[in-house]
């Protein structure tokens, strides 16, 4: 620490001849004057394995009675990990007009919060973030909106502001605004615009995933950009699944995307994610974690017409269920699809995907798709280009459609009264594709839609109106 500290005493003095113990605050890392921060719209924390209300409260300056009440918690025991609570707000106000930040992998605090014009105190203090030197990818921050500044360099020891802004043909206002402290050694010397991370394991040059904690039943989109073609496959609980690549002529060079789909059962916690990315001379493994919390489901209880419970039988669906999961686990190497999904029919929702249900008193399960109402006989549309890989009545899903549309996504609708289509049939965004009915299982007329990745069901609904914050998009 002498070195670097002797280093930045010398650079200070000269460039601004500011007192000693300034300079010490400084290289030491010290908090800066404590600036009253805003209000976070709802900061909240996620319950970890472990956790009391009152060792919560503790860490984030509370007390568990003010904990409780925010959450109207019956029960401050009943807490469970992968729970979400709400923190109470940091005094002030204003940073409703923050704009959230999706981290992505290499992003350090000081680099994000600098070009905002914040220390790393203030942004991991209105953050709330318990150990702002480990950043989540996909991890949500709340910054004040400002020109993205990339971390070009860690200094060394004999980098000053100066030389670094020679080095880099920056002008040396600019340098000093977005690098206002001294360096020491290890600091992180910025420059407006570009520039890729040092952090990042070569030939990475970036790494987003979709916003973390994701809700089991959920989609978590990877998108990684490497400096050279690379190749690379994602593991998640024991599932290893290939990365694909845009294979249009304008596609960038090295841009790689990944699709997890989070069981729906899953136990809420934290995860591991591995990137394997392999070039033509090297493999580099990324460990990353994912956060995975246990979302909002309903309990449904849906009790069958009488005429229709000899449905329930499994010996009847037997042969339909082994063929529709064969259907569900393709992973065709051609994307057909664009971002994003359009709804397959015009009509609410009356029961979303994950609600927990029982038939009568029978089994229980969770709900594989998303059901609209509707009326009988109006149109179904293709939420998606592909192609038709089933078309024909079942016993219990009804008249059914499957589509495949490639990079291992393939939908599903059931309970048909017209099919329109047939096995093979190539289909674009929103061609209509058949009819709404209510055969099969079914309680009245409806549209079932599902969506599966790599063989997991997961909600439907996240690919018309999320995702997009992971980058997904295919222009
Ligand atoms: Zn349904």
Redesign the pocket.
């Known amino acids: 620490m002498i070195r670097p500290f002797s280093r930045c005493v010398v650079m200070f003095s000269s460039a601004v001849g500011c007192v000693l113990l300034l300079l010490m605050l400084f290289c030491a890392g010290a908090p800066s004057p404590q600036v009253v921060l805003a209000e976070s719209p709802s900061p909240t924390y996620l319950v970890q394995p472990g956790d009391t209300l009152t060792a919560i409260a503790a860490r984030f300056g509370t007390d568990a009675l003010t904990l409780q009440q925010l959450n109207a918690l019956q029960d401050p025991r009943s807490i469970y990990p992968g729970q979400t609570l709400l923190l109470p707000a940091l005094p002030g106000g204003g940073m409703r007009s923050w704009t959230p930040y999706y981290a992505a992998l290499g992003d350090a605090l000081d680099a994000l919060a600098r070009p905002a014009g914040l220390t790393w105190e203030e942004a991991a203090r209105s953050n709330r973030l318990l150990n702002p030197s480990l950043l989540r990818v996909g991890q949500t921050l709340y910054l004040p909106s400002a020109a993205p500044a990339r971390v070009i360099t860690v200094a060394s020891t004999d980098d000053t502001r100066l030389a670094l802004a020679l080095r880099y043909d920056l002008p040396y206002g600019a340098a000093l605004r977005l690098n206002p402290q001294p360096l020491c050694a290890g600091a992180l010397f910025l420059r407006p615009g570009g520039g890729a991370s040092p952090h990042l394991p070569y030939p990475v040059t970036a790494l987003n995933m979709t916003a973390q904690p994701v809700a089991r039943g959920q989609t978590t989109v990877l998108v990684l950009e490497t400096a050279i073609p690379a190749s690379c496959t994602v593991t998640f609980q024991d599932a290893t699944e290939s990365c694909y690549t845009p294979d249009d002529a304008h596609a960038d060079v090295g841009r790689l995307y990944a699709f997890i789909g989070v069981l729906p059962l899953l136990t809420p916690g934290a995860y591991d994610v591995t990137v394997h990315i392999q070039t033509q001379d090297r493999a580099t493994d990324v460990t990353l974690p994912l956060v995975v919390a246990s979302g909002r489901y309903d309990y449904e209880r849906l009790d069958l017409p009488a005429d229709r419970q000899s449905l329930l039988d499994p010996a009847l669906s037997q042969h339909e269920r082994v063929k529709v999961a064969s259907l569900r686990q393709l992973r065709s190497a051609e994307r057909l699809w664009e971002f994003p999904f359009r709804y397959p029919v015009q009509g609410a929702v009356t ?1 979303y995907y994950g609600s927990r249900r029982s038939y009568g008193y029978g089994f229980g399960s969770y ?5 609209f109402r509707v009326e009988i006989g109006d149109p179904v549309y293709a939420p998606a280009s592909g192609v038709v890989i089933l078309a024909e009545p079942l016993v219990v899903r009804g008249r059914a459609i499957l589509i495949d549309h490639g990079w291992g996504i393939v939908t599903g609708y ?1 309970h048909l009264s017209r099919i329109d289509v047939a096995v093979g049939q190539s289909v674009a965004q929103g061609e209509i594709i058949g009819a709404v009915g209510n055969t099969g299982l079914s309680t009245g007329p ?1 549209l ?1 839609w ?1 969506l599966w990745v790599n063989g997991v069901s997961v909600s439907p609904l996240q690919w018309v109106h999320g995702l997009a914050e992971a980058g997904l998009s295919t222009d």
């Open positions: 029961s709900h594989e798709g998303t059901d059931w409806h079932h599902e």
